[in-house]
């Protein structure tokens, strides 16, 4: 079945400093790929999404590029923010009709310390 | 819109009580979904849904029922509950099960 495997937490950095969360995935198909963040007290939104290989998504100076030959899909940003704190969740979702369905990974805590 | 909204926020319950957790969207979004979230467990999926009338079992869906007689809500029935259930509980939806899903802001639910 389908799985996502996400580094192990937490993580602590100071502000501005450059982040990098891993994340592996085993699928059968061609699944989409997400990051999904959840800030303190609050339920998950999208962060961004790839749905096919080699793109890259983007959003509030985060980025994953959908890498299927290592079947990776790691976040990055360059300078994080204290607002930056929270758990962030990689997940997939397969193309396999009405059927089809999100995994997620365990989720990672990252605190941003200023 | 008001999105997803999820009623109560907090609920304690003692082993053995049954209660119904609710779930509404007004996006008209046919895929809604039950998810809890336990401490280094990540998000697992309880129950879900492709449209009005349809159910299916997800990941861990003993000791809860779900129906789905409209497309705005997505109730989820613990029978008797266990401590075991503690938890916080989610629900989602989504124009289909490969788009983005809209989380609720979630029930923390507390089984003495």
């Known amino acids: 079945g389908n799985s996502v495997t996400q580094m192990e937490g937490p993580v602590t950095l100071s502000e501005e400093a450059f982040l990098t969360i891993n994340c592996t995935y085993t699928?059968?198909?061609?699944?989409?790929l997400f990051w999904y963040v959840q800030y303190p007290g609050e339920g998950l939104q999208l962060l961004l999404k790839?749905?096919?290989?080699?793109d890259k998504g983007s959003n509030k100076g985060f980025e994953a590029t959908y890498r299927k030959e290592t079947t990776s899909f790691h976040l990055e940003k360059g300078s994080v923010q204290v607002s930056d704190s929270a758990v962030y969740f990689c997940?997939?979702?397969?193309?396999?009709?009405?059927?089809?369905?999100?995994?997620f990974g365990k989720g990672i805590t990252l605190s941003v310390r200023p | 819109n008001a999105g997803v909204t999820q009623t109560p926020k907090f609920q304690v319950l003692k082993t053995g009580q049954s209660m119904t957790l609710q779930c509404a969207q007004d996006?008209?979004?046919?895929?809604m979904s039950w998810y809890r979230q336990d401490p280094g467990m990540g998000l697992r999926l309880i129950h879900y849904?492709?449209?009005?009338?349809?159910?299916d079992q997800g990941e861990v869906p003993n000791g809860y029922n779900v129906s789905r007689s409209t497309t705005e809500d997505f109730p989820l029935r613990l029978l008797s509950a266990a401590p075991s259930q503690t938890s916080v509980y989610f629900c989602?939806?989504?124009?289909?099960?490969?788009?983005?899903?809209?989380f609720g802001p979630g029930t923390r639910l507390t089984v003495l």
């Open positions: 989602a939806s989504s124009l289909g099960a490969y788009n983005e899903q809209f």
């Open positions: 699928a059968t198909g061609y699944p989409s």
């Open positions: 790839a749905t096919k290989a080699d």
């Open positions: 997940a997939l979702s397969d193309l396999g009709g009405a059927n089809s369905k999100l995994t």
């Open positions: 996006m008209n979004h046919e895929y």
């Open positions: 849904s492709v449209g009005a009338g349809i159910t």
